[in-house]
């Protein structure tokens, strides 16, 4: 008995990729581009499996997504400006996250990738010492270039010390990335790199959502010393400042008890202290009238 088999034209796979967009677009708040320009598919499905149950990565055409957007446009007009960025290579992130907390994430969870020639080292990169199941050879002159000390036990090449032998931002040599290949040693980050995103009708550009986190801490700390040295000159009682308005009080009401020589209890031992200090400053300088 044959099996009959039907096969789905292009176009009709086109338009259930078309409607999976649109779908997406509407089910999660925040979608972001990113862009994938050299990354592996491999790699790809390595990052997507980091972010299952966070985020949901689609790849598609930009002429796909530019007719989903076209379509939605109707329940969501501001869509049409994130058309603007739909050029290269492209993923496309949903989510119901922030599109801020969206952009941290996808920038810490990166994949480890082989270098290529002409790469630039994203950390100081080190060879291990210990034995690196090669056998001696024409290799040991590349050990010898990127000054890597060698020793050869049992017929293998042993790196004697761990070896730094990129610095973070170095260009990374044809040889570098050769021995490094053959140690099995993946000294590149790769990720999404997101270009824009859509959050409840807001477009957010790269240098948006790239916050530098500990500058901004700096900031909100000096913000809130500020208020609060302000709050304590004007005399502006806060939860925060109440304590130290207290004590303000204190110090100012003991300091006024002691210049207007008032006898009461908490300045009476203030007092005496200041009428000795006087009284011995006096008889210093009454022998020399006399």
Known sequence: MKTLS??????????????????????????????????????????????RGIAEVKMAKNTLMRIAIERLLDKKPELKKLAEYLTGSNAFVFTNESAFALYMLLERNKVSAKAKPGD???????????????????????????????????????VSKD???????????????????????????????????????????????????????????????????????VTYPTVDNAELLLAKAQSEAWNLAVNAALPVKEAVEMLLQRAEAEARALEAILPKAS
């Open 120 to 158: 630039k080292a994203s950390k100081d990169i080190y060879i291990p010492a210990g034995n690196t199941g090669l056998p001696p050879g024409p290799i040991l002159s590349m050990f010898k270039m990127l000054k890597v000390p060698t020793r050869i036990e049992e017929g293998s090449i042993y």
């Open 163 to 233: 070896t730094l032998v990129l610095k973070k931002g170095e260009v990374i040599s044809r040889e570098a990335a050769d021995l490094l290949s053959k140690l099995g040693i993946e000294p590149i980050e790769v990720g999404l790199k997101v270009k824009t995103a859509y959050e409840d009708g807001l477009i957010l550009t790269e240098q948006d959502l790239a916050l530098d986190l500990e500058a901004y801490k700096g900031q909100l700390a000096e913000a809130y010393s500020n208020a609060l040295r302000l709050s304590i000159a």
């Open 6 to 51: 039907f096969q789905v034209s292009p176009r009709a796979r086109k338009e259930a990729l078309v409607k999976t967009l649109m779908d997406l677009l509407e089910k999660y708040r925040v979608v972001a581009i990113a862009d994938v320009t050299g990354l592996r598919a491999n790699q790809f499905q390595r990052l997507r499996m980091k972010l």
